[in-house]
């Protein structure tokens, strides 16, 4: 059975850190491209980063450049992000994405709240 579930959520203040963890079962993803997503309360969801199978080439949205990072651990078939210098406009809850061909998988979001 394909999941995708997110985890590293939670509460932080402006300028903190989180790491996101999105941990894959039923497929491999160094095999699939995976990306971050995010959804603010009215807005569109978004692509945050992301990093393509085979040789890991990565990209990010221009709002968070410098100050995310995406990786994968192929052992651990998990894919990270990890956000430094958090600002109150990062508050959304963040979906890891697998795509392959027509597999598209999506897990069920992790929020993410930065606040003083």
């Known amino acids: 059975q394909v999941q995708l579930v997110e985890s590293g959520g939670g509460l932080v203040q402006p300028g903190g850190s989180l790491r996101l963890s999105c941990a894959a079962s039923?497929?491999?993803?160094?095999?699939?491209?995976m990306t971050w997503y995010r959804q603010a309360p009215g807005k569109e969801r978004e692509l945050v980063a992301a990093?393509?199978?085979?040789?890991?080439?990565?990209n990010y949205a221009d709002s968070v450049k410098g100050r995310f990072t995406i990786s994968r651990d192929n052992a651990k078939n998990t894919v990270y992000l990890e956000m430094g210098s958090l600002k109150p406009e990062d508050t959304a809850v963040y979906y890891c994405?697998?795509?392959?061909?027509?597999?598209?998988?999506w897990g069920q979001g992790t929020q993410v709240t930065v606040s003083s």
């Open positions: 990093i393509t199978s085979g040789s890991g080439s990565t």
């Open positions: 039923g497929f491999t993803t160094s095999t699939y491209a």
């Open positions: 994405n697998a795509r392959r061909n027509w597999w598209d998988y």
